[in-house]
């Protein structure tokens, strides 16, 4: 299945947790993501993930606030998801990811051809 998930650096150990176990999430520093590696600033990954149609699975709140990374947003349409909370653990993360992710593929995501 391709990629349907990136998750930026922000929450790398909760992406590389997913990954693991669903074959549709990236995230910053995946081989099938090149270009987006470690330390790439947001404005410079974004369009990247905005082109290929993923969403991204984010913990920066501030990302909409920035005005380089809200002109990002405007111009490419780049979808995105916050997982909030204090003291987030990667596992707490995927349980929240697993319990959000059916509404969300059925509302913001096309369908699997």
Known sequence: MPARWFVDESALGLG???????????YTGHRDIPGVSLGTPDVDWMPT???????????????????????????????????GGKNLA???????????????????LPADP
């Open 16 to 26: 590389k947790l997913l990954a693991r176990t669903r074959d549709d999430v990236v």
């Open 49 to 83: 993930v905005a082109q290929q149609g993923l969403v991204a699975i984010r913990r920066d709140r501030r990302i909409h606030t920035r005005p380089a990374e809200v002109r990002v947003f405007a111009e490419f349409g780049l979808r995105t998801v916050w997982l």
């Open 90 to 108: 990667p596992g707490r993360g995927a349980s929240s990811f697993s319990a959000m992710v059916f509404p969300i593929e059925s509302g913001v």
